[in-house]
Each structure stands twice: as structure tokens, then as C-alpha cells.
């Protein structure tokens, strides 16, 4: 059992100058203790005795820690300015004579690294993640025995990516012994030796096993971006993880939200109980608020308003409480176009409705017709960006231009778009945009929102109100005065929301729309070798929902169809009526290629056995069940 950690705290930190004028690194304080002591107390936690602490710069610092903890011991490293972190780690060769754990002090990361580290079976192993994308990366190599093979921060310089270096490794007596002499051979040209270096050029003399967990939580604070990043995203998923939570059963939900979800997600409602009047929940709203905005627009200038309700709620704010005497006009291409036009008529709103296909694009000409032919004048236009009904995508880009030529305010309900398809709300020219919690924010159900150009919003304080609960201008500006909803909010959906937007921003929009994309390759091929097909022309699409047409055989029923998936833990959701006869499949939330790359087989396997593919051939090894 490894009883031993060893720290590198030697280094100066200069990309982090301001901060570590003072303090070294490991000093930087996360929710008031500094990162190094966090690490300290997940050490201990883990049954770690002794602690050595290579320093170096401001090494008082640590000496001075050490006194609050008798399981530390400093080493000072001398030559630090002058020398790199495995001249440190050599200058400890006297104080290390078994296995330890070997850290560096600028890590944040989930306590269970530890565990794994010191319960692994091989002496010699680097913890090694999947893939950050912190645009400081050390890449690591492995051959097909998991073992390392090379390091490199430029990725072109491997040949095959296998994960990325933590920071956090166990080595053996031995292996410390023959890095300690390798280096050696190289310190007389090169004081700078970093430890990584030393591991990969002993490679070839000691097997290192790279163990690699693929979602593991960390990282290296190494500059303000990184700060940034460890402040708002980091620390509040590994806390939440170092809780070590019960896995729930997962279900695979392939219905257009709610939509599958993390368990970290699931787990961030269990909170102490709290009134939603306090300030410390207005901070909750506000974060959540000002993460929204700019995941679309400058927060400088476009507002976000909550609301406790689900999507159509917001949709129902936006229409009654923007328009005023002018006419709106409201595109019809699906059933959400269709219900922003029965928003309209229960409100008696001067509206036009404008029918366009619901699986071929606008015709933006007749669309400009529309406007420059009407006798009324338009002051808003309302448009779905993703048209759930069958996954059309319309050209908001397209229409944005077309209000500014004409000085017409848009309104998108961007319910099933918004988080997964990028989105820029100056760019698009979009006035008031419309999502809610469960769709591609992968969080629970229970919210929606409205982001609005201040201006405008500013502008709609004269209009007189057409209800109470909804009104979205006094919504706002009641949160603005008080940072509190006007009625109780969703407290604990609101949590699980925040925590949602902490996860999608270290996922980044643009790399889960690309999962989700691959995910939806799967499905288009996958049911196109089946024989089926999709109602919306391939490059219309929104990559996000399908709508695919029904198979044509009597033994086909949807609901049976749904139940044989239900039963496996997969929903599957049915068309809407009056188009085509269709069920759809979103590839939205928590789920990744391999569950629609099951869900085709799946698929495949319900489809042969109401006859509309034929059975297996014995000779292809697969017999009918
Ligand atoms: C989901 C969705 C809505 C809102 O539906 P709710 O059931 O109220 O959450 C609105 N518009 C679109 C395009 C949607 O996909």
C-alpha cells in the first residue's frame, strides 16, 4: 500500500504573474483554501502518510504550511530558478524509499484519482484522462498494452492519441531510481529536464502502465483562462463528484426532451433546503442568467429573463407581452409555428400567418413578398429555428437579414436548438430568443427563459399588459431590482440547471453539437441500410431531431414499436399528426454514437421480426430467437 506522496512545488508559476508575486502557485485559493491544501486534504483522505513537498520558489510558504500538518515534509530545491520540476524530484532522492504517488501542485482534481492510483495493480502508472480540449495539453501515446510510449504538447508529433497527462502518477522505488539516473546523464546540458521528459526517455527500459478514465474531472492551473475555467466549471463538477453519488439507472431518451441526463446533473437538485428569496439563491439566478446570455449574445447588452414553467411558457410571455397594436408576422411550417399562431389569436393579436412547407426551406422571396405586399405594418416576425415536428432547420441567418432590411424585430423559439446549435444573436439580427431547461441544455424540465436586446425589452415597458404571470417585462425588471422571481421558482430544477451549464461549458457548444451530429449519422445511415427513409431533404436538416417515415407494412404499429423499446430502456417518440405518417428520433442530451449505433440494431431486430426485413440467415451465424 503506498503510504507516500511526493509534490512538485518548485516552479515560479509566470504565466500567472500577478497571482504568484506572493504566493506560489499551489497558493492560488478556489473557494477560500488554496489549491495545494485541497490536494493535501484528498492525500490524507486516501490514507497517504508522509507528503514531500519539493519547493523552491517562496519556499517559506510551504514551510510554513507544513507546520499546520505533521504529514508534510519540505525539500527545497536550491537551483530553481535555473533548473526544471525533475531536478527537483532528483533532489528528493534522499528523502523517498518506496512507492509514492507524484502530483503536481497546480492540479484541481476528483479524489478518486487516489484511490485508483494507490490500489492499482502495476507499480508504474500515469493517470491519464480523455480529451480536455484546455489548449494546454500534454498528449500521451501508448502501445496496445496501455503502456507509455511518448509525451508531447504537440499532438502532431504522436502518432495515435491515447488520453492526456493529469499530472497525477504513482511510481515505484525502482522506476524513481533509474528516472533519477537517467537524468542525471542529462543535467549537464540541460537543467531544465522536466519530470514528463524523464518518464518517456526511461520508457523503453520500465514498462509504464497509462490507466486512462475517460471522464475524469481536473485541471492544471497554469495561467487565467485556466483560472477561469477551474473557477466556474471545474470545481463545481468535482465537488459534486467527490461526493461519489450512486449511479441512477440510466435511460436513453431518443423523444425531443426532456432529454437524457447526467447523473451529476441529477444529483446537483439534492441541496440543502433554502427560500428562494435569500441572496445566496438570487447569485444561483444570476449565473445562470449570465451563462445563458452569452452562450448567445453579449451580456452587455441582451438580458436573459427566467421563468418557472416549460417552453411554451416563455413562447407565451415573448408573443403577448412584446407586440403591440402593428401586426406580427408568424412563419407556419410545423406544429411550434403553429402553436406561436394560437398564442396569437387567444391573445387578439394582429397576426399573420404565413405557411411554408414543413419539410422543404422557406422561399425567402415570397416570404419579402409577404412583408413589402402587406397593407398592415409589421413590427415583429416570430420563426422556429428547429422545427421539432420533423427536424427542419430554417435559415434564421437568412430571415435576421430580411427583418433588418425591413426594420422588423425577430422572435425565435430556438427551444430545440438552442445549446447545440451555434447561435449569435447580434449576427442573426435576433431581437427575443426562446429556449428552455430539457432539450440540448441536458437539464431537468421546469425552466424557460427569454433573451432579449435590452433595448428592446426596455422598449416594451409602454405596452399594456395582456396577463399577469407571463408578463415578461415586469418578470424582468423585477429580477433586476431584486434578483428574484416575481413567484416561486423551481428551486432545485433551477440548481440542476446551473450545474448543466457548468458541464455544456466544459463540453463547449460547438463540441457537443458535433457529438450530437455524429450521433445522428449514425441514425441517418443506419436507417437508410435498413430500408427506411426521412421526410426532410439530408441538407435541411438540423442533425438534432428525424422524422422518419413509417415503414409500410400492416404488422407495423407504433405503439408496439415503443414498447419494445421501452422495455430496453430506449424512447422513441411518435410524428406528429397531419404531415406524413412518421416517428421521430431525437439524438439529443447525455448519449454518444454507440447508444444510436444500439438503437440501430435494435431497430433492426424489431424490423425483422414483424416481417419487414426478412429473417437472418442461419449461414450468417444468426439464427431467429
Ligand atoms: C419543445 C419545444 C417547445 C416547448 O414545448 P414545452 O412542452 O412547452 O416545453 C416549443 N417550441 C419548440 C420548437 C420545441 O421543440
Known amino acids: 500500500m503506498v503510504k507516500k506522496a511526493v509534490i512538485l512545488a518548485g516552479g515560479m508559476g509566470s504565466r500567472l504573474r500577478e497571482r504568484t508575486k506572493d504566493h506560489p502557485k499551489g497558493f492560488i485559493k478556489i473557494d477560500n483554501l488554496s489549491i495545494v491544501e485541497q490536494s493535501i486534504l484528498k492525500l490524507i483522505e486516501a490514507g497517504i502518510e508522509t507528503i514531500i513537498i519539493g519547493t523552491g520558489y517562496l519556499s517559506e510558504q510551504y ?5 499546520k500538518y505533521p504529514q508534510i515534509q519540505c525539500v527545497r530545491n536550491n537551483d530553481y530558478e535555473h533548473t526544471g520540476s525533475m531536478y527537483t524530484l532528483c533532489n528528493l532522492k534522499n528523502h523517498v524509499s518506496e512507492d509514492f504517488l507524484l502530483l503536481e501542485s497546480d492540479l484541481i482534481y476528483e479524489k478518486k484519482a487516489l484511490g485508483i492510483l494507490i490500489n492499482h495493480k502495476e507499480r508504474d502508472v500515469i493517470l491519464a484522462s480523455g480529451f480536455t480540449h484546455s489548449n494546454d495539453e500534454v498528449f500521451i501515446e501508448t502501445d496496445e498494452n496501455n ?31 533509474v528516472m533519477c539516473d537517467f537524468a542525471e546523464s542529462i543535467f549537464p546540458e540541460n537543467k531544465q529536464l522536466d519530470y514528463e521528459t524523464a518518464l518517456v526517455g526511461i ?74 428569496r435569500e441572496e445566496e439563491f438570487g447569485a444561483v439566478m444570476e449565473t445562470i442568467t449570465g451563462e445563458l446570455t452569452r452562450l448567445v449574445a453579449n451580456p452587455d447588452n441582451y438580458s436573459c429573463v427566467l421563468f418557472g414553467g416549460s417552453g411554451t411558457a416563455a413562447v407565451e410571455s415573448t408573443l403577448s407581452s412584446v407586440i403591440g397594436n402593428d401586426a406580427v408576422l408568424i412563419i407556419n411550417n410545423g406544429a411550434y409555428g403553429k402553436r406561436m399562431c394560437q398564442i396569437a389569436k387567444t391573445y387578439n393579436l394582429n397576426y399573420i400567418e404565413y405557411n411554408s412547407s414543413s419539410y422543404e426551406a422557406i422561399d425567402l422571396l415570397s416570404l419579402e413578398q ?10 415583429h416576425l416570430c420563426v422556429v429555428h428547429n422545427e421539432t415536428t420533423t427536424g427542419l ?5 437568412a430571415i435576421g437579414g430580411l427583418c433588418k432590411k425591413h426594420q422588423i424585430q425577430l422572435i425565435v423559439d430556438a427551444m430545440s436548438s438552442f445549446a447545440a446549435i451555434p447561435i449569435d444573436m447580434d449576427v442573426m439580427n435576433i431581437s427575443y430568443l426562446v429556449a428552455s431547461s430539457n432539450k440540448n441544455l441536458q437539464a431537468m424540465a421546469g425552466v424557460s427563459f427569454v433573451i432579449a436586446r ?23 425588471k423585477y429580477f433586476l431590482e431584486t434578483k428574484q422571481m416575481r413567484f416561486t421558482p423551481p428551486v432545485q430544477t433551477l440548481y440542476a440547471l446551473k450545474q448543466a451549464i457548468v458541464e455544456l461549458n466544459i463540453e463547449g457548444i460547438k463540441r457537443r453539437y458535433e457529438r450530437y451530429s455524429k450521433a445522428w449519422e449514425v441514425l441517418i445511415n443506419g436507417i437508410t441500410q435498413l ?24 404488422t407495423y404499429k407504433f405503439e408496439e414499436m415503443h414498447d419494445y423499446f421501452y422495455r430496453k430502456g430506449y424512447t422513441i417518440y411518435p410524428g406528429k399528426p397531419g404531415i406524413e405518417d412518421t416517428f421521430r428520433i431525437a439524438n439529443i442530451g447525455d448519449i454518444t454514437c454507440k447508444d444510436m449505433e ?4 435494435m431497430l433492426e431486430n424489431y424490423l425483422r421480426s414483424i416481417g419487414y426485413l426478412p429473417e437472418r440467415n442461419e449461414k450468417n451465424g444468426f439464427s431467429k430467437a
Not at 467527490?242 to 447523473?263: C, H, M, Q, S, W
Open 63 to 67: 514551510d510554513q504550511l507544513s507546520l
Open 370 to 379: 409577404t412583408i413589402q405586399h402587406c397593407s398592415k405594418k409589421i413590427s
Open 203 to 276: 520508457s523503453s527500459q520500465r514498462n509504464i502502465y497509462v490507466h486512462k478514465l475517460q471522464d475524469f474531472v481536473w485541471c492544471e492551473i497554469d495561467n487565467e483562462d485556466h483560472l477561469l475555467r477551474a473557477e466556474k466549471y471545474i470545481y463545481p463538477m468535482i465537488t459534486l463528484k467527490d461526493k461519489n453519488f450512486p449511479p441512477v439507472k440510466r435511460n436513453v431518451l431518443l423523444n425531443p426532451g426532456p432529454a437524457t441526463t447526467t447523473d451529476t446533473v441529477k444529483y446537483a437538485q439534492i441541496v440543502p433546503d433554502i427560500c428562494p
Open 531 to 554: 430500408g427506411l427513409t426521412y421526410l426532410v431533404q439530408k441538407e435541411h436538416q438540423s442533425k438534432i431531431i428525424t422524422a422518419i417515415v413509417e415503414p409500410s407494412i400492416e
Open 393 to 397: 432547420l430554417n435559415d434564421i441567418n
Open 598 to 601: 444500439l438503437f440501430i440494431t
Open 147 to 177: 503502456l507509455l510510449v511518448n509525451m508531447s504538447k504537440n499532438s502532431g508529433e504522436l502518432k495515435d492519441l491515447h488520453s492526456e497527462l493529469t499530472g497525477i502518477t504513482k511510481l515505484s522505488i525502482e522506476t524513481f531510481k
Open 454 to 476: 435590452t433595448e428592446d425589452l426596455d422598449n416594451t415597458e409602454h405596452i399594456p399588459a395582456r396577463n399577469f404571470y407571463l408578463h415578461l417585462y415586469s418578470q424582468y
